[in-house]
């Protein structure tokens, strides 16, 4: 088997499987939360195969160490706390991390340029 | 019974007309005329003129409906020219028959699926020119080998009885291995058509009998031509569009 | 976007499915969306419940998202699913 990087129709497949795989998981949550949490499990075997990043729209929406889907409000709880997003996973309470520092900069840079240009056209 | 004739040496307009007509009298149904690469472009646009007026004269007749059909036979060297050439001409044809005659030539087509007949294998060569190993590749990739009844017509004294040796040995090969076997009139005029009663009559003889030789003129060669109708809808083996 | 070219690389979960032959005779006529699949079956949700059909004696009609009818025989789609993108197929 030859290993490193696959075929460009390879990995284009691979990406539309793992959408298609999670949009199908966030339907069936409801009714039989078992199955969502299967197709989970099929999407990261796809990812792991091809050496393909998880689609960014879906990447915080299972747990990091149970792995299973998580469902804002019914599963899991979102707050933010020190300057960052804390989601805690109610299965296994895992604290997932994710700092959005990035985010606060840029406001800043915001609010400054504001009134900057604000002063420049009083005078 | 319906009986299939998948080799016939196409040549011009007029004589390919005298040809069909001398072989529906004699109880065939379904002729298959086989062009050279060059030739066959030529052909292909009279085609439909043909089988009208064919149809026009024999409409007394009972069994008045008729299959005609027009293929291409290659003559390649060696494996890659093979391939090439299989390549070239899949896509324009419904039918593509290669003469063997070569080891290396027959066991490139035996596993090649694009290909539908190996014509003629002992070609030149001084034994039948299959083993145990083409002829398990040939039941796997269904490519059928053709018997041609105008090799023992057209010669004489040792090489006849040569020939008929070789045949004796495939047909052994056949009943073992159960790959698709078809037998043809190569016919090139008139004075070579023979009525399928009198081929059949030579093959028993060569160890085929009746309802094994049935299945060589019928069931393989429908086989094929059903198989070819839906290689268009075909994308790999196993799927198909509706 | 899955089409008739590339269905036995791509996601068979979601798609309405039926059962046409099989060698056990009481699987014929079986329909429904499929909701997972192993190595060797196929699980298909219909009204009575959910029927596990296995892969290599059976041939599926399969409605692909954009209207087309596809006939399957089961014998090619035997691996693992995630597998089934690097096989390799003869070309007709």
């Not at chain 1, 800043?108 to 005078?123: T, W």
């Not at chain 2, 086989?34 to 064919?54: Q, T």
């Not at chain 2, 039948?128 to 004489?156: M, P, Q, R, T, W």
Request: proline residues 3%; hydrophobic residues 35%.
């Amino acid at each position: 088997m030859r290993r490193g990087r696959r075929p460009k129709w390879m990995i284009d497949i691979a990406n539309e499987r793992m959408n298609i795989l999670f949009s199908m998981a966030k339907k069936e949550f409801s009714v039989n939360p078992d199955r969502s949490h299967r197709y989970v499990s099929l999407a990261r075997k796809i990812s792991k195969k091809y050496n393909t990043k998880i689609p960014t729209k879906w990447r915080r929406s299972y747990c990091k160490k149970c792995y299973k889907f998580l469902d804002p409000s019914k599963n899991s709880s979102i707050r933010l706390k020190q300057g960052k997003i804390h989601i805690k996973c109610n299965q296994c309470n895992e604290i997932m991390k994710i700092p959005y520092i990035n985010e606060q900069k840029e406001k800043r840079r915001a609010k400054i340029e504001y009134y900057s240009i604000k002063k420049r056209n009083n005078e | 019974m319906k009986c299939y004739d998948l080799n016939i040496k196409g040549n011009s307009y007029n004589c390919n007309k005298e040809l069909i007509l001398e072989a529906h009298r004699l109880g065939w149904d379904y002729f298959n005329l086989l062009f050279s690469p060059e030739s066959y472009e030529k052909a292909i646009k009279y085609k439909n003129n043909l089988r009208d007026e064919i149809e026009d004269i024999i409409i007394n007749n009972l069994r008045n409906k008729i299959g005609l059909e027009f293929g291409i036979e290659i003559h390649p060297k060696n494996q890659n020219e093979l391939y090439k050439l299989t390549k070239k001409y899949r896509n324009k044809t419904k039918f593509i028959s290669v003469l063997g005659g070569d080891l290396g030539v027959n066991r490139g087509v035996c596993e090649n699926i694009q290909v539908d007949v190996l014509s003629r294998p002992y070609l030149n060569l001084p034994s039948c020119g299959i083993n145990h190993v083409l002829a398990k590749e040939a039941v796997k990739n269904y490519v059928a080998i053709e018997l041609c009844f105008n090799d023992i017509l057209s010669s004489y004294l040792s090489y006849r009885s040569k020939i008929m040796a070789h045949f004796r040995e495939i047909i052994k090969l056949h009943k073992k291995f159960k790959f698709p076997l078809i037998i043809t009139s190569g016919a090139s005029s008139i004075w070579e058509i023979r009525s399928p009663r009198d081929i059949s009559a030579i093959f028993k003889y060569l160890d085929l009998f009746e309802d094994e030789f049935n299945n060589t003129i019928q069931n393989y060669p429908q086989k094929i031509i059903e198989f070819n109708n839906e290689r268009e809808n075909m994308i790999i083996l196993g799927v198909k569009k509706i | 976007m899955i089409t008739s070219k590339n269905v036995f690389y791509h996601e068979l979960i979601g798609l309405y499915s039926k059962v046409v032959k099989s060698y056990n005779e009481f699987l014929v006529g079986i329909n429904g969306n499929i909701i997972d699949e192993r190595k060797k079956t196929i699980s298909i949700e219909t009204e009575k419940g959910v029927k596990i059909i296995p892969k290599n004696v059976s041939i599926f009609h399969l409605l692909l998202p954009n209207g087309e009818w596809v006939e399957i025989d089961g014998k090619i789609l035997v691996n693992r699913p995630e597998d089934r993108i690097k096989k390799k197929y003869k070309k007709l």
